[in-house]
C-alpha cells in the first residue's frame, strides 16, 4: 500500500492533538476537581451528586439545631432565673406566716414580692432577637402587657376561691386544687372539680388516712356546676351583673345542697393577669417528614411556663398565685399563708424546677445530636472529596509526561515528510 505525504501529515497532526487534548484535560484537574463533566467519571459523577444531597440535607439540619439549642439555652436560662425568683417568695410567706412580724414589716414585704412579680415577668417576656421566647408562636407579640416602669397590667375580678394541694395531696385527690364553698352550717367544704365530690375542710386539711376520699366525700355536687355524671368545669369569675360565669354560660348565683347542707361558691376579688401569646409549639425539625411537636418543639408557652388552671386559663395561673400570695400578706392573713400560702409558694417554685428539668434533658438531647450531625457533615465531605478531588500529585506527573510528549510530537513533526526531489537535486 502507497503512503502519500498528505496520509503522513493528517496522521501526525490527528496525533498531535490527542496529545494536546490529553495536556488540556490534564489542564482541568489544576482546580483540584476531577470531575468537570459526567462524562470524565460516570460512576463518581452520580455518587458525588448524592453526597452533595445528603450534604445540604445534614447541614440543614444542623443549622435547625444551632437555632434549636440556642432558643433552649435562652428559655432554659430564663427559667433559672424565674425559679430562683421564686424561691426567694418562698422564703418571704415562710417568713410572713409567723406572726411576730408588724403590719408595716406586712406592708414591706409585700411590696418586695410586687417587685419580684414584676422581674418575673420581665424576664418572661424575654426575647432572643425580635422574638418573644414565651409567646409560642405567636413570637412577635409580647405575652405579658407591662407599663413603662416595668410593672405587669393586671385586672381586679371576684373569682371563686380554690385550695391548693401539696404533693401528697394531689396524689390523694387527683386534682391540684379544690373549690372552696361555703356551707350553711357556717362551715368550710371543698369541692373536688374533676368530679363533684364534697369533703369537709378538716378532711383535706388533716389528710386523714383511715379514710378514702370516697368515704370521707358527703356527697356530691349535682347542680349547674357539674353536670349528672358529676364531671364538668365550675364557673370561674362573677360578672358585673353577680351571675357566675365560665366558658362563655352565665348562671344564677350557684348553690347546691349536698347532705343536707346548703353549699355556696365561695368567691373573692383578686387580682387577675392575662397572657397575650398562643399555645403552639415552634418545630424545628432534625428528620425528615413533617413537623412533630411532641418530639421536635423547642419551646415553653406561657401555659407551659406559668401553668393552667382548673377552669382552662391558660398561662397566668402561677402568676395570679403569686398576687394572691402578695395580697394575703400585705393584708397580714397569718392563718392563710401558713395554711396555704406555703403550699401555693412550693408549688409554684416545684412547678417551673419541674418544667426547667423538662426543656434542660431536650437541650441535652439536642447537643447531643448536633454533635452527630456536624460529625456527619464532616464524614460526607470527606466522602465527596473521595470520589470528586483529584489527586494533585499525580496530576504533576501526567502533566509533566504529557507536556514532554507533546513538544516530542513537535519536534518529530520537523522531521516527518521525506526529502523532495529538491533536496535530492
Known amino acids: 500500500m502507497r503512503v502519500s505525504s498528505n ?4 496522521n501526525y497532526l490527528r496525533q498531535l492533538n490527542n496529545a494536546y487534548g490529553r ?3 490534564l489542564m482541568e484537574k489544576t482546580d483540584g476537581s476531577d470531575i468537570h463533566r459526567p462524562s470524565d467519571n460516570p460512576v463518581n459523577c452520580v455518587r458525588t451528586m448524592l453526597f452533595n444531597s445528603s450534604l445540604v440535607q445534614n447541614e440543614q439540619f444542623t443549622s435547625n439545631l444551632n437555632d434549636a439549642v440556642s432558643w433552649m439555652k435562652s428559655t432554659d436560662s430564663a427559667m433559672s432565673q424565674i425559679a430562683d425568683q421564686l424561691k426567694t417568695i418562698t422564703e418571704r410567706v415562710s417568713q410572713s406566716a409567723n406572726s411576730y412580724q408588724s403590719a408595716s414589716d406586712m406592708k414591706a414585704t409585700a411590696n418586695e414580692v410586687t417587685e419580684i412579680i414584676n422581674q418575673i415577668v420581665s424576664v418572661a417576656n424575654g426575647q432572643l432577637g425580635d422574638r418573644y421566647i414565651f409567646s409560642g408562636q405567636s413570637d412577635k407579640i409580647r405575652p405579658y402587657s407591662s407599663d413603662s416602669t416595668g410593672a405587669i397590667t393586671t385586672t381586679v375580678e371576684n373569682k371563686i376561691d380554690l385550695y391548693s394541694l401539696d404533693e401528697d395531696q394531689k396524689r390523694t385527690f387527683g386534682t391540684e386544687k379544690l373549690v372552696v364553698m361555703t356551707g350553711s352550717d357556717g362551715n368550710t367544704y ?4 374533676s368530679n363533684g365530690e364534697v369533703y369537709e375542710k378538716s378532711y383535706v386539711t388533716s389528710q386523714t388516712k383511715d379514710k378514702t376520699p ?4 358527703i356527697g356530691n355536687l349535682t347542680g349547674g356546676l357539674f353536670d349528672a355524671t358529676g364531671t364538668g368545669r365550675p364557673f370561674d369569675h362573677i360578672n358585673t351583673d353577680g351571675q357566675y360565669v365560665g366558658t362563655g354560660t352565665t348562671s344564677i348565683p350557684y348553690t347546691d345542697t349536698v347532705g343536707g347542707i346548703t353549699l355556696t361558691l365561695s368567691t373573692s376579688t383578686k387580682t387577675v393577669v392575662k397572657y397575650n ?4 409549639k415552634i418545630s424545628m425539625p432534625i428528620q425528615n417528614g413533617g413537623a412533630k411537636p411532641e418530639s421536635d418543639s423547642v419551646n415553653m408557652t406561657g401555659a407551659d411556663l406559668f401553668g393552667t ?6 398561662g397566668s395561673s402561677l402568676l ?3 398576687f394572691e400570695i402578695r395580697d394575703k400578706i400585705s393584708a397580714g392573713d397569718v392563718h392563710w399563708l401558713s395554711e396555704t400560702g406555703i403550699t401555693l409558694a412550693n408549688n409554684s417554685h416545684d412547678y417551673v424546677i419541674n418544667k426547667e428539668s423538662e426543656i434542660g434533658g431536650r437541650l441535652s438531647s439536642y447537643e447531643m445530636t448536633k454533635s452527630i450531625f456536624e460529625d456527619n457533615n464532616t464524614v460526607i465531605t470527606g466522602d465527596i472529596s473521595g470520589v470528586s478531588d483529584a489527586k494533585v500529585d499525580e496530576v504533576i506527573t501526567d502533566l509533566q509526561m504529557a507536556e514532554i510528549v507533546y513538544r516530542l510530537s513537535l519536534s518529530v513533526g520537523s522531521k516527518i515528510l521525506p526529502p ?6
Open 309 to 314: 388552671d382548673i377552669f382552662g386559663g391558660q
Open 190 to 193: 371543698y369541692a373536688n372539680p
Open 23 to 25: 495536556q488540556q484535560k
Open 277 to 280: 401569646g398562643d399555645l403552639n
Open 320 to 322: 395570679n398565685d403569686l
Open 7 to 10: 496520509q503522513m501529515s493528517n
Open 420 to 425: 523532495s526531489l529538491a533536496d535530492y537535486l
Open 214 to 217: 370516697a368515704e370521707a366525700s
